[in-house]
């Protein structure tokens, strides 16, 4: 058990694949003994003040990277909701101070028909994150949706609560290799 472990996960989604993963990735986390908050990035505070442990960014894979405006713009014509529009992980980031090495770990969405990329989403989140003073614990990770809506591809939420477990033993505070909060 972790006791009084933290971890913040902050997720952008554009219909609803990103945010499922997320919430998978949160029960590993919270069966692993982390206390976990779940933030849909137009929601969530920064990560400034805030107390945590380690930090879970998900985002949808948009044009090889994060979402831009332009791109969030594009998946509300092609049906996701228009407030899945006005913030994404990249701005959330923008907006974050560096936290002196803090644990950090990122994973995405995409297309099957994209699965290895050269660039992602997760990719792209943990170079800025790094440039914030993050430490990447973990290689970026891919979740598989079957086309741009979705759904899931099978399996790929057992995969994602089982991500969240492991992240949880491997990098929880006071095991080793983990990062002193």
Avoid at 56 to 62: N, Q, S, Y
Avoid at 128 to 137: D, E, P, Q, S, Y
Wanted: charged fraction near 25%; aromatic fraction near 6%.
């Amino acid at each position: 058990m972790n006791d009084g472990a933290r971890v913040l996960v902050v997720y952008e989604s554009m219909f609803g694949c990103t945010e499922s993963v997320a919430r998978a990735v949160a029960e590993g986390l919270a069966e692993g003994g982390f206390t976990v908050d779940l933030e849909n990035v137009r929601d969530a505070e920064g990560p400034g003040g805030r107390s945590f442990d380690l930090l879970v960014l998900g985002a949808p894979t948009h044009a090889f990277s994060l979402s831009r405006p332009s791109t969030r713009l594009d998946a509300v014509r092609q049906g996701a909701p228009a407030e899945a529009a006005t913030t994404g992980v990249r701005e959330w980031l923008a907006g974050t101070k560096g936290r002196d090495g803090r644990p950090a770990a990122a994973f995405d969405t995409r297309v099957t028909k994209t699965r290895r990329l050269p660039k992602a989403a997760s990719t792209r989140a943990a170079r800025l994150l790094r440039r914030r003073g993050f430490r990447i614990v973990e290689r970026p990770t891919a979740f598989l949706v079957a086309d741009v809506q979705g759904p899931l591809v099978d399996g790929e939420l057992e995969r994602a609560r089982g991500w969240g477990i492991r992240l949880a033993h491997d990098h929880a505070p006071g095991l080793p290799g983990a990062a002193a909060g």
